[in-house]
Structures are given as structure tokens and as C-alpha cells.
């Protein structure tokens, strides 16, 4: 299960930073792009599966998906790819190129503070 390997990652890069701090993390907000298939019910699942007895348990996830982002070929604007309607929002035209998706990023973490 994909999402699985995703939320032990996310574990590990959450728990080194909280022990680092020595706080405990109440929260985390991760991004990934649109073609980054994950689905947040199953990742989130699967990171409560694992944290559970960690410092990490309990803790919320926020996963935020970024769309795809296109460059025009013809006026040279980077614009966000609607999949059902792909083509340039400033001149209309079908000529673009797709940018790369975005990674999966772990943005903030959110510590309990006393
Ligand atoms: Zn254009």
C-alpha cells in the first residue's frame, strides 16, 4: 500500500524533528501534487495505524493537493492545469507545457506548546 510507506516516512521525518525540539507534535500539514496519487482517508488511516504509542499519536494530518501546472508556448504564463478543460486561461490556446508534478512535502508541523 502505497500510502502506507508515505505515513512511515511521514512518522520518521516528524518524529526527528519533535525530538529535536523536544516538544510534541499536535499537528502536520503535508502538500503533494494532483498526480501524487494519495488518497487522504487511507494515508491518514495508516499514519494513525503506525503512531499509535508514538509522540506522534493522535496527531492531525493536513494534506493539501497542489494542481498541475502548465506553461503557455504561446504567451509564456504558468497557470494551474484544469484536467477537464486543459488549455491556456490568458489566451485560450491548447499549446502548452505540463510542469513536472509536485512532490510530496511535508510543509509545517505544529507543536503542543506549554
Ligand atoms: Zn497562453
Redesign the pocket.
Known amino acids: 500500500m502505497h500510502e502506507m510507506i508515505v505515513a512511515e516516512n511521514l512518522l520518521t521525518a516528524i518524529s526527528d524533528e519533535a525530538a529535536k525540539r523536544n516538544l510534541k507534535p499536535i499537528g502536520a500539514k503535508i502538500s503533494c501534487g494532483l498526480l501524487y496519487a494519495i488518497n487522504d482517508e487511507a494515508l491518514c488511516f495508516a499514519f494513525e495505524a503506525i503512531s499509535k504509542d508514538t509522540p506522534c499519536e493522535n496527531l492531525k494530518l493536513q494534506i493539501e493537493h497542489k494542481s498541475l501546472q502548465g506553461l503557455?508556448?504561446?504567451?509564456?504564463?504558468s497557470?494551474d492545469v484544469e484536467l477537464s478543460h486543459p488549455?491556456?486561461?490568458?489566451?485560450?490556446?491548447e499549446?502548452?507545457k505540463l510542469m513536472p508534478d509536485a512532490p510530496l512535502i511535508l510543509e509545517e508541523i505544529e507543536f503542543q506548546t506549554e
Not at 503557455?72 to 504564463?77: G, K, S
Open positions: 503557455c508556448m504561446n504567451c509564456n504564463q497557470f488549455r491556456c486561461p490568458m489566451c485560450n490556446s499549446d502548452f
